[in-house]
């Protein structure tokens, strides 16, 4: 099984990666947090044999063409070895913090993959750029500004989705399907793939076609001070998480609707230290892989299992490289 896993920070990038790749790790990812998402990609990139993925951009904000160039140049930087995993985030975060439009995100999502890929064939094939949509345009591209052919083919394009609509458009019409860190083992098998394989089939497409990559948190440290230390951020990080009406109907799967109006009253108080202690035994050990190493890839296997040979390790601290080779080594 192929290991994904986050890069923390700018500091230090270059030689954090190469511990990673060294401990076993296949690949490394960013999200879109305090640094820009792109950035540690850059300099990961010198660091040969990872692949490198960004889970998730976030779109709607950025150009497609802005999209294309990033995603072109990391494709090339990596030899062939680059995801562009792309977002849509909720509308609070899009309007209020990017100051950007939102409204109608499952087409205007699906119409910005449609640009891209027409911004990657002008470029492959040096055809007319001719693409007009209900939310993009783009009808020039002069040859001083096109890259020109990328020789290890174009980026494939991932999104990330948790909602029935979105998760089905990822399957219509993108390369592969990034699955939410606040996901489950039910959650996973019963909706999301049922989403999925719609969406394959309204497109007449194969499950083998196309990626579908879990994305599991995980809290793990070498002593048992260290797995409490893991174990209370992880609480914390879901606390945060399950508070988002977005990731609602992962908590109502399993029962336990009731925690997001209560985590959610507690973000608008900005009582954030206090979210954590709402997040029982069973909600943290069914959303988070936890324990020894051992425990964790026995946990990610069994959520995995007959869906994906590629996961994404996402740590609510920073976790050793030492610890992530224990795991990437009990998967294999």
């Known amino acids: 099984m192929k290991v994904l896993t986050a890069l923390s920070g700018l500091t230090g990038v270059v030689e954090q990666a190469g511990e990673l790749r060294d401990a076993g790790v296949h690949g490394v990812f960013t999200f879109e947090g305090p640094h820009d998402v792109f950035a540690p990609l850059t300099l990961a990139a010198g660091v040969g044999g990872l692949d490198l993925m960004t889970n998730v951009a976030i779109a709607f904000p950025r150009n497609p063409i802005h999209l294309a160039h990033q995603a072109n140049d990391h494709q090339l930087l990596s030899g062939g070895r680059f995801v562009l995993g792309l977002g849509t985030q909720v509308r609070a975060q899009i309007e209020k913090r990017f100051g950007a439009d939102f409204d109608h995100p499952v087409q205007r999502m699906v119409e910005l993959i449609a640009a891209l890929r027409a911004i990657f064939d002008s470029w492959d094939t040096g055809a007319r750029l001719d693409f007009r949509g209900d939310y993009y345009r783009h009808t020039l591209m002069t040859p001083t500004f096109s890259p020109g052919p990328n020789p290890h083919g174009a980026p494939p394009i991932f999104l990330g989705a948790l909602g029935p609509r979105l998760t089905r458009a990822a399957a219509e019409h993108a390369d592969g399907l990034l699955v939410m860190p606040f996901s489950t083992k039910r959650f996973l098998h019963q909706v999301t793939m049922t989403a999925v394989r719609a969406g394959l089939q309204r497109a007449g497409r194969r499950e083998e076609e196309f990626a579908v990559v879990p994305e599991v948190i995980v809290a793990t440290g070498a002593t048992d001070a260290e797995r409490e230390a893991a174990e209370a951020a992880t609480r914390m990080l879901?606390?945060?998480?399950?508070?988002?009406?977005?990731?609602?109907?992962?908590?109502?799967?399993?029962?336990?609707?009731?925690?997001?109006?209560?985590?959610?009253?507690?973000?608008?108080?900005?009582?954030?230290?206090?979210?954590?202690?709402?997040?029982?035994?069973?909600?943290?050990?069914t959303i988070a892989a936890c324990g020894t190493p051992a425990q964790v890839a026995a946990h990610i296997r069994e959520r995995v299992e007959g869906i994906s040979d590629t996961v994404c390790v996402y740590q609510a601290a920073p976790v050793a490289p030492a610890l992530i080779g224990e795991i990437v080594t009990n998967l294999a």
């Open 238 to 285: 879901l606390g945060f998480y399950a508070s988002t009406p977005a990731y609602a109907p992962v908590l109502a799967e399993h029962g336990w609707q009731e925690l997001q109006p209560e985590l959610n009253a507690l973000s608008k108080q900005g009582r954030w230290s206090q979210m954590g202690a709402l997040i029982d035994d069973e909600v943290l050990h």
